[in-house]
């Protein structure tokens, strides 16, 4: 249930260091407590919502609640169950969205997530790998310990990618199960995997492999790959081409060719209330500059790198403020309405699917789910 709202109104200054200041009002309306899910302690999701909180706080008097949790059910279900307000998520939304992958179980199934914003740095999705177990190309990790984060398909699948990149499976490699993205990175540190997902290549996960004797260096995803490339899409389909220039040993000089998608996604449910969803994209969007003085990374929020064509469906809360920032634009809109109507045909042949148990469920599912887009002229993108 959430807190009774308050109004602050805040007066920001504008062009203060020129000669003459001018000032902006801007009013923001949130409970006076707001909670998110994020991912574990140590993640970049994690440090954005802390600063993204701090900020808060000192602009409004608003109190971020962060809680991490260690995979994509923990974070999402509170959601749409109404016990959180917002996740700041990763990938996993996607899937969840789709009901795909380990969202294809009877007690789960397709979830109607929406989003608010991202953030989209300069940085990627990248695997980070132990410099000593000399892994040049994604075909080297033949062979090589890489982490199975239980219970995040997000996880599962980002690592399958680079896999596929090199023309692998994970009948190639051996399978290190681990509890959590944070337990992924130990498991590197302490020479009982020998690469993992960062994220982004500003993760502050990546810091101690980097200092430690392991030491650590980033896998490119060459752009001219072509045919690795299409493999890679084939697994994780919102995965786009990317150059890092921020990260552990990047620079616009030292830049980095890879992939990636917007990370942290801000996410909501669907009934959340549209006043709540529009002041807390005002609130972090005003207040980008301040939280990203103490988190650099956290620039990726700022307004002009919004990816309003993503994979995933805009809250009506967040569509009202960004149409009052003059960036929601007819073709946002139009994809917006598309990903709606793909949500409400997965979701109603989820409802539609009467018996939801037996070995043979997920099968059944993604046939029942597959048939429907397809009826509907959609690319079912998963069969399996």
């Known amino acids: 249930m959430l807190s009774k709202s308050m109004r602050v109104t805040t007066v920001t200054a504008i062009g203060w260091l020129l000669a003459g200041a001018a000032f ?10 707001v909670s998110w899910t994020a991912y574990n302690v140590g993640s970049t999701g994690y440090s954005h919502s802390v600063a993204i909180g701090k900020a808060l706080q000192d602009a409004y008097g608003v109190t971020l609640r962060v809680v991490p949790a260690k995979n994509d059910v923990s974070r999402v279900l509170p959601v749409m169950k109404g016990q959180i307000d917002f996740s700041a998520a990763g990938s996993g939304v996607f899937y969840a969205a789709e009901g795909v992958l380990g969202w294809a179980k009877p007690e789960l199934g397709p979830q109607q997530l929406q989003m608010v914003m991202s953030a989209s740095g300069k940085n990627c999705l990248a695997l980070g790998t132990a410099t000593d177990a000399d892994i040049k190309t994604a075909a080297d990790l033949k062979g090589k310990r890489l982490p199975w984060v239980i219970g995040s398909p997000a996880l599962q699948t980002n690592v399958t990618a680079f896999l596929a990149f090199g023309g692998l499976t994970w009948d190639d490699v051996e399978r290190v199960d681990v509890s959590g993205f944070d337990a992924a990175w130990k498991a590197v540190l302490n020479n009982q995997a020998d690469a993992m997902t960062s994220f982004t290549t ?49 620079s616009a000089d030292n830049p980095l060719e890879c992939g990636g998608f917007p990370y942290p ?6 009934d959340r209330d549209a006043t709540v969803v529009q002041n807390m994209a005002m609130g972090v ?12 990374s956290a620039s990726g929020w700022a307004d002009g790198r919004q990816n309003f064509q993503w994979v995933l469906p805009y809250h009506e809360g967040a569509v009202a403020f960004w149409k009052s920032k003059g960036l929601w634009t007819d073709e946002a809109e139009a994809h917006n309405q598309e990903l709606l109507k793909r949500q409400d045909i997965i979701a109603a042949a989820w409802s539609g699917m009467a018996d939801k148990g037996g070995d043979d469920f997920k099968d059944r599912w993604m046939a029942i789910r597959g048939k429907a887009l397809t009826d509907a002229g959609l690319a079912p993108v998963w069969t399996k």
Do not use: C, Y
């Open 202 to 250: 500003s993760s502050g996960s990546i810091a101690e492999l980097g200092a430690s004797p392991r030491g650590l260096s980033w896998l490119s995803t060459p752009h001219n790959e072509t045919e690795n490339w299409a493999r890679m899409q084939a697994v994780a389909p919102h995965m786009a081409k990317r150059v890092a220039t921020i990260g552990l040993d990047l």
């Open 265 to 270: 996604i801000l996410v909501t449910a669907p």
């Open 24 to 33: 902006a009002a801007n009013e923001v309306e949130l409970p006076k407590t």
């Open 285 to 296: 969007s005003d207040q980008v500059a301040n939280f990203a003085a103490a988190e650099p």
